[in-house]
DNA sequence: TGTATCGATAAGTTTGAACTATGGATCAGC
DNA sequence: GCTGATCCATAGTTCAAACTTATCGATACA
């Protein structure tokens, strides 16, 4: 009948055509002769032509053979190279990842890929930058493989684990009274437009956000909304108002702009890692193991780098 | 203990990526679902990872299955071309073939290349010109397959079948005094210097090439040896001597040159179709199949094909 | 809670790849 | 020109493993 091709058809013939006599390809194949006539001659009845043109004495490839050789010889190589692969991925070893984040954590998002790609150099990663609700929105849809968010809540079918906190600090135009000094009381900028993110853009991020003006009883009321972090200073460098932000937006803060500590019950940001809840696949856990929360990384900095001159 | 993969596993590990669904693709397959269950199994332990992620109510691809079904696709579709390919080569639709030939052949290699190769468009043709010795080496030692050559021995291990057969005309310088009729009998030449290529080239070419001169009691002196046909009609035009050449090398005579007929016994030159003695392979037997023996072609020529003007 | 669906497991069956033994053709050497 | 050696093909047998049927356990749905 109808016989269907096999890998064995391959090596067998790959042997023969190597050594151009059956009783030693068998020898090789560790099989014995008949076994392999057998096969090579199944073979041919599938090609539908000779392969090998052999007299009693000597064996030689047709033309035929000798095309398809190296061809054989390629398609087991690339099997070989492919199961390989198959492996790594599955092994966490290659493969590609989809890493979304929100823009404000791009130091702490660099510095986590540079070790993790040199741990994992055949890993592909794709970046996706965007606000929280971006972020956690291709994390559901499958867009993203992992997320880095900041002051999210909990919500079903993700998981959330803390990355590291940072603190919060006033930033206020260099002619604000305020600017003179290195600190500043919340309740000092009561009377000051608040430039900020919609509520919408993260709800539970902006309450966090606004906690250190509620501390010190103030009725937030946002005067400019702006969706990055990066507008929001360039308004308050403008004289447009004041804004509370997370440390690390702050560390390169345009001419203009002045940083303050601020004063009263600590109010920390969370940067949090985010997963689908149940996606075990050994390149995420590979990239979240290598996450341990961090406390306020923001208090190293204060001196090795203060804001551009 | 360590199972070898198989095309199998292949087939196998497609139909289930395709339906997910392991009871559908057992059905597509022709076989039953447990078969299916191990044969994938099998397979993941050969990969060393698992393919598919599987609970009681649904199957999915792994990060891994997902990598590798593409390649294990492509891989059978190249397989199947390979084997489409090596068929079509061993039945002689596709290959290559090397053709070796005598420059002064061309027009005849031409013509039969070019309804050769509409016949058979996958067949890549490599063409070899030279002397007919050098054909004939080429021949013997594998370098070609078949070889156009013209009135060469017999010789050992060599098949020859005539293609045709061409007039010997004389070619003389325009200032002849023979150049002002159409036709010279070959005594007339005797005393003018003989061009004409060595016989070490052809020994055998030689004594055909010059046989109307010793029908004519001439005793057949080169003056001047040329290796090949279009030197030496150049050396008659510029006056050097005259020359006895086959019909078909004298359709595009150089100014300063003259056709004439020969009078005397006819003498013809032959050219044949060389092949290897007991090479059947199919691209052989197509080509020289192709070829019927054609007597003296010159004769259509006559009035077609003049001298340039 | 019962029922249907679906993949995994267990045990028996069959297919076919490989084995041993042998035949027939070719080549070398006496 | 016979003899022995070499080598691929053939014939018949064996056994591993792919496949079968029967069944289980888990999950989703009505």
């Known amino acids: 009948m109808d016989q269907r091709i096999e890998l064995r058809h391959l090596r067998y013939f790959l042997a023969v055509a190597e050594e151009l006599h059956f009783g030693r390809a068998a020898q090789r194949l560790n099989i014995a002769q008949p076994a392999l006539?057998?096969?090579?001659?199944?073979?041919?009845?599938?090609?539908?032509?000779?392969?090998?043109?052999?007299?009693?004495?000597?064996?030689?490839?047709?033309?035929?053979?000798?095309?398809?050789?190296?061809?054989?010889?390629?398609?087991?190589?690339?099997?070989?190279?492919?199961?390989?692969?198959?492996?790594?991925?599955?092994?966490?070893e290659a493969g590609r990842l989809d890493v979304a984040f929100i823009t404000s954590a791009t130091t702490i998002v660099s510095e986590r890929l540079r070790a993790f790609s040199r741990r994992r150099p055949d890993v592909q990663i794709k970046l996706h930058d965007g606000f929280t609700v971006d972020?956690?929105?291709?994390?559901?849809?499958?867009?993203?493989?992992?997320?880095?968010?900041?002051?999210?809540?909990?919500?079903?079918?993700?998981?959330?684990s803390p990355l590291r906190t940072e603190r919060f600090v006033a930033v206020v135009p260099a002619e604000h009274p305020a600017a003179r000094g290195q600190r500043v009381e919340a309740a000092t900028l009561a009377a000051d437009p608040l430039i900020l993110f919609p509520r919408?853009?993260?709800?539970?991020?902006?309450?966090?956000?606004?906690?250190?003006?509620?501390?010190?009883?103030?009725?937030?009321?946002?005067?400019?909304?702006?969706s990055n972090w990066h507008t929001i200073v360039m308004f308050v460098a403008s004289g447009l108002g004041v804004t509370i932000a997370p440390y690390s937006v702050t560390t390169l803060l345009p001419a203009g702009a002045r940083r303050l500590e601020l004063?009263?019950?600590?109010?920390?940001?969370?940067?949090?890692?985010?997963?689908?809840?149940?996606?075990?696949?050994?390149?995420?856990?590979?990239?979240?193991?290598?996450?341990?929360?961090?406390?306020?990384?923001?208090?190293?900095?204060?001196?090795?780098q203060g804001r551009p001159s």
Do not use: Y
Not at 43 to 56: A, D, M, P, Y
Not at 139 to 152: K, M, P, Q, S, W
Not at 200 to 226: H, W
């Open 135 to 160: 972020v956690l929105a291709a994390l559901e849809r499958g867009t993203a493989d992992v997320g880095i968010v900041r002051d999210a809540e909990e919500r079903d079918g993700i998981d959330l």
């Open 37 to 92: 006539s057998q096969q090579i001659r199944q073979l041919e009845k599938i090609v539908g032509v000779e392969l090998f043109r052999r007299t009693s004495r000597s064996v030689r490839l047709t033309d035929a053979g000798a095309t398809f050789r190296p061809r054989a010889r390629d398609l087991l190589g690339r099997l070989a190279a492919d199961l390989d692969e198959a492996g790594r991925v599955g092994r966490g």
């Open 263 to 304: 004063d009263g019950p600590p109010a920390v940001s969370r940067i949090l890692m985010a997963t689908r809840r149940g996606d075990n696949r050994p390149l995420v856990q590979a990239f979240t193991a290598a996450s341990e929360p961090v406390t306020d990384r923001g208090h190293h900095w204060d001196n090795s």
């Open 200 to 226: 919408t853009a993260g709800p539970q991020a902006f309450d966090v956000n606004t906690q250190p003006l509620r501390d010190a009883g103030i009725d937030v009321q946002v005067a400019q909304e702006c």
